[in-house]
């Protein structure tokens, strides 16, 4: 979806469809009370009449007399005093819901009654441009013939009363490098262990670093183990694909400034391993790479956004298969720190190829590290499917993310990593082992990692229910992207 921005009078100006917002329970606002006046009430009677006061209900118009608009769509807000950024998502989502099942080239959103609304323009705009263009999201990529049907509108402009300022055109152009990040994270997710493997996410991050010219280096089987990553290895040792390790750099901030460092877990295929999965539902096993989905969903964002940041993403990439050479429940691997794991279960392998990419981050002396990851069985437990799990070792990082989960809708709650938790990976074997016991499976993870990164600031995120949804809309959601970019959009700003 293209956007645009562009002052005109709302009544007069042609489109394939005119959408218009409405709270209920107070004056019109000055472009729905253009097109009221152009139809001569009627607009307002059939508002009064058919249009819900929830946020998120839908009029649709095939057609409102004395104005150019071929059809014309009003969507409420809510009503007057309970209109917030929640209300606004939800409403942006609806009208993206119906959007993608039009047939239209063109939709003009009348934008400037967002402020009359109480919205800061810039702020809304990036918003709307996110929730937009995800909310038409199609995938057919592997299909023989695409699909058909429609898929929402090619143009969409955001109507104004009067001039754009740079602070608004630049919010829009950042909403849609935000979601052409997040359809990025979203099309890696939905493909196939037989097509996303782990040298695709390298070739994926290659082109990224050719179009934005960001640094890259890539490793294969032979690269990882001559830097030490034993943990890792030891996951891809029973697997024909071969796996990688990605470097990517993109440095739009000063040459001194730390970087943020983002780890992404790029397990392409998780069966389990010798400790094998149960059959049922193994299939959404290829969406164990929507951490490293997401890292490199956010790379593009940022490199689109040019953002004043410096930027390091980290993803090891392997499948996770049982073979007559894979890696048995008891062996005792070394990772790259030189601490020594008692691989109790193999289907535990997220945290084992992390815990590489954790040490090989001391280099580049990050100013924080994030990992993301489709971690643990137990925060789909915990949290469901609308929260992501946050684990710290610094409270004050772990605020910007859950701040940035809040402000882009894609949230996170914080789970404890006391250390009363670290004792159930006691090893009688090794300096640790790789699962921590039923018993708070998410924190037990954490706890894992978070001896692996001592030396800087470290939060982790655990996409387990949040990444992909189930049933009959199965798919890649490309969430944390939203979050990710909030938190470094902010730390931009700040
Ligand atoms: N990728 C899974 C976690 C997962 C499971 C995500 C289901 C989403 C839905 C991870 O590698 C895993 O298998 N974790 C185990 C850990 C256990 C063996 C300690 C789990 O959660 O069961
Ligand atoms: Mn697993
Ligand atoms: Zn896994």
């Not at 059939?46 to 819900?52: A, Q, S, W, Y």
Request: hydrophobic share 40%.
């Amino acid at each position: 979806m293209e956007f645009s921005i562009k002052a005109a009078s709302p009544e007069k100006h042609k489109t394939d469809c005119l959408i218009l917002v409405h709270c209920a329970g107070s004056e019109a606002a000055p472009q729905l009370a253009a097109i009221d006046a152009a139809s001569k009430g009627q607009l307002r009677r059939l508002i009064d009449r058919d249009l819900e006061e929830k946020a998120g209900s839908l009029l649709a118009l095939p057609t409102l007399p004395g104005i150019s608009a071929e059809r014309v769509l009003v969507a409420s807000l809510g009503k007057t005093g309970a209109i917030d950024a929640k209300a606004l998502r939800t409403t942006l989502a609806a009208i993206g819901k119906w959007l993608s099942g039009q047939k239209l080239k063109t939709a003009s959103f009348a934008a400037t009654d967002l402020v009359a609304a109480g919205f800061e323009l810039p702020a809304a705009l990036r918003s709307a441009s996110t929730l937009l263009s995800d909310a038409c999201y199609r995938f057919d990529a592997i299909r023989s013939t695409p699909d058909d049907k429609p898929s929402g509108p090619r143009t969409l402009e955001f109507l104004l009363q009067s001039k754009s300022d740079a602070a608004t055109r630049n919010a829009c152009e950042q909403g849609a490098a935000i979601a052409a990040g997040q359809t990025l994270a979203r099309d890696l997710g939905n493909l196939p262990a037989n097509y996303c493997t782990p040298s695709l996410l390298a070739e994926t991050a290659k082109s990224l670093a050719h179009e934005y010219k960001l640094k890259i280096q890539v490793f294969d089987r032979e690269g990882i183990e001559k830097i030490g990553m034993g943990s890792f290895l030891s996951v891809a040792q029973g697997s024909q694909e071969e796996p990688r390790f990605i470097v990517l750099e993109y440095k739009g901030g000063s040459a001194k400034a730390a970087p943020v460092v983002l780890v992404g877990k790029g397990i392409t295929f998780d069966s389990g391993g010798i400790s094998l999965k149960p059959g049922e539902g193994m299939d959404e096993m290829k969406f164990d790479m929507c951490g490293a989905a997401s890292v490199l969903g956010t790379f593009r964002a940022v490199a689109k956004m040019k953002l004043p940041i410096n930027l390091v993403g980290l993803i090891p990439a392997t499948e996770n298969l049982p073979s007559g050479v894979a890696v048995k429940p008891g062996d005792v691997v070394t990772s790259l720190s030189g601490q020594t794991i008692e691989i109790l279960n193999t289907d535990a392998e997220g945290r084992l190829i992390l815990c590489d990419a954790l040490t090989y981050a001391e280099r580049f002396k990050p100013a924080a590290v994030v990992d993301i990851a489709t971690l643990t069985g137990a925060c789909v437990i915990a949290l469901g499917h609308h929260t992501s799990g946050l684990l710290s070792n610094n409270d004050e990082l772990a605020g910007e993310l859950l701040g940035a989960g809040q402000r882009s809708g894609d949230r996170a709650w914080q789970l404890p990593l006391f250390d009363e938790y670290q004792e159930q990976l006691k090893s009688n074997f090794a300096d640790m082992a790789n699962i921590g016991g039923r018993p708070a499976g998410t924190i037990t993870a954490a706890c894992f990692l978070s001896r692996f990164a001592k030396s800087y600031k470290w939060a982790h995120l655990d996409i387990a229910g949040t990444a992909w949804k189930s049933g009959a809309e199965k798919g890649a959601t490309g969430r944390p992207v939203p979050l990710l970019t909030e938190f470094l959009l902010a730390r931009c700003a700040g």
